[in-house]
């Protein structure tokens, strides 16, 4: 679970975050663009007294206020606070969101589907425009019912720049089409037998016919033969997207904590 939970807070740089500044026990993780506690936090992997706690955590709030954000704390299972810095953080701090992290379990459910539909893994250069317009109409065409909201705006900036991004991880963009035309869309990034999904989408007229469902489980299919073992998510704790995913065959593999200081 540590080598998982190291690889899921990597596998996020240059998508919809920034940079990663590692500290003492933890690192502090933020995007320029992208406002949500999701991608602006701290996470502490160790405090052995309530004074070595409150420096690193004046550390962040120090990053989060020249950021202009508001300062998170996101604690997992491997966290270890000490006696004096749990006691600080159980009086100082309130959970704001629990979040869970799936892992497929899936891979080998196979990808069957009306021959009208089909399932394509973009080169990067010539379809970019195509993919960012599929990514911004599939997230601003939301419904009552729908296992996601609208995005804001800056998501699609992020997006954007995400396809400048370079480095060991490598982002990797899928689009779904009905008769030649886009009509859906799937980000991964990948290293080695590590591979992370990020925001995926379906034009609102073709949800509930499985569009989804069977891009996913082509992806999977694609990614095994590259050799990744881990194909990893996350989503909000006993959410109807938490449920999509069990029924897909994701198990929840951890749990993150988001706290803010009262």
């Known amino acids: 679970m540590k080598k998982l939970e190291k690889m899921l807070y990597e596998c996020q740089i240059g998508m919809y975050t920034d940079e990663l500044i590692k500290l003492k026990s933890g690192f502090i993780v933020y995007s320029k663009y992208v406002e949500d506690k999701s991608w602006n936090y701290f996470t502490c992997f160790k405090a052995f007294s309530r004074r070595s706690f409150l420096k690193l955590w004046e550390q962040a709030k120090d990053k989060f206020l020249e950021l202009n954000r508001k ?3 996101a604690l997992s299972p491997t966290t ?7 006691r600080y953080f159980d009086e100082h701090f309130e959970l704001e969101e629990r979040v869970t992290v799936m892992l497929c379990r899936g891979f080998d459910k196979k990808f069957d589907f009306d021959s009208d539909y089909t399932f394509k893994r973009i080169d990067n250069n010539l379809e970019k425009e195509v993919f960012i317009n599929t ?55 990948k290293k080695g037998e590590y591979a992370g999904l990020y925001g995926g989408g379906t034009y609102a007229k ?10 996913l489980n082509f992806i999977s299919q694609q990614l095994q033969k590259e050799g990744v073992k881990y194909f990893f998510g ?9 449920r999509y995913y069990n029924k897909l065959g994701w198990n929840e593999a951890f749990e993150i904590d988001m706290y803010y200081e009262q």
């Open 71 to 73: 300062p998170y704390i």
């Open 206 to 215: 073709f949800r509930g016919k499985g569009v989804f469902t069977n891009l």
């Open 135 to 189: 990514f911004i109409t599939s997230k601003t065409q939301v419904l009552p019912g729908d296992t996601y909201d609208k995005l804001p705006s800056y998501y699609f900036d992020a997006l954007r720049a995400s396809f400048e991004h370079s480095g060991e991880w490598e982002f990797i963009h899928y689009l779904s089409y009905y008769k030649s035309e886009p009509i859906g869309m799937v980000s991964v990034c």
């Open 80 to 86: 270890r606070l000490a006696f004096g810095a749990k």
């Open 234 to 242: 996350i989503t909000e704790k006993d959410s109807k997207n938490e």
